[in-house]
């Protein structure tokens, strides 16, 4: 037997070892997928049928079909549009910050020195707090009569010693998102680090013979090679940031310009009792992070695997 004949003969068998793979891997994972499925889609396909009818909030149980009623009153409502701006540029803000210090962590953690591996444990001690924690401490914090904050201020004679952080428009978002910065930037600075070491050193050495000094080699070599790291780092913190609910309900129950798109559909389905209303907001902030996730990956997906093949 030749050597094409042998090659078309071992063909079937590797398409059916192939096939038999993938039947394999289908039949352990798909349970996995059946249970996430039904735990993800019951609470979303209930979430959409209570946002087509109206409930009583007199007789309990009694309801009638809207249809896309509640819909159109949230989206012809200011205070839905109020809030979308609020969550979106409370997102822009804590995700460039959050960049920008997780890469300096990142670049810090990934350097030989001694002491790194203790350095790194403590940089991510604020990750491990729980969100609620966070916002309960900050809070503690910057309160008006008997926060750290304006006790330092006072002290150091600075402005700004009797500010009410939290009782007024601009501070309080300022200080949501310096909660969420610090609590978040570490995360980041995990994505990148994990980027960082799959570098190979070879390239700065070659890099250092060729005379490039420390920021050439930054804006040459690092940045180029971990964009794929950032662009996953920025899926995972935008949508998180456009979900955000535990700290502006903490710190301020959404007073002061931090009422967001989370927390006004909480608002409206447990406070006012309007199910109906409630229900659609959530709806709608499902959409919206939705559709942001579609066009990162869209957008952004292709250029990551179009990087990695680079690479």
Known sequence: MSAAQATVAARPRRRRSEISERRLAAYLVSPSLIVIALVAAYPICYAIWLSLHQYSLIHPGLSRWVGLDNFRDAITSSAFWS????????????????????LAM????????????????????PWAVLTVGTAMMWK???????????????????????????????????????????????????????GLQVIPDDVYEAAKVDGATVWQRFVSITLPLLRPAILVALIFRTLDALRIFDLPFV???????????SLYAYQQLTQNRLIGPGSSLAVLTFIIVMAVSFL?????????????EDT
């Open 140 to 194: 503690t914090i910057f309160d008006a009569d008997l926060g750290f904050a304006n006790q330092v201020l006072q002290a150091l004679h600075l402005p700004g010693g009797h500010t009410v952080w939290l009782g007024q428009n601009g501070y309080a978002m300022a200080v949501m998102i310096f909660a969420d910065v610090w609590k978040t930037a570490p995360f980041m600075a995990l994505l990148l680090l994990a």
């Open 83 to 102: 809030s979308v701006k609020i969550t979106f540029i409370f997102t822009a803000i804590s995700v460039t910050l959050e960049l920008v210090i997780g």
């Open 251 to 261: 710190l301020t129950q959404g007073s002061n310009g931090t009422t967001t798109l």
């Open 106 to 125: 990142a670049l810090l953690m990934h350097a030989a020195f001694r002491g790194r591996s203790v350095l790194r444990a403590v940089v991510l001690v």
């Open 296 to 308: 990162y990956i869209r957008l952004v997906g292709g250029n990551i695997r179009a990087l990695a």
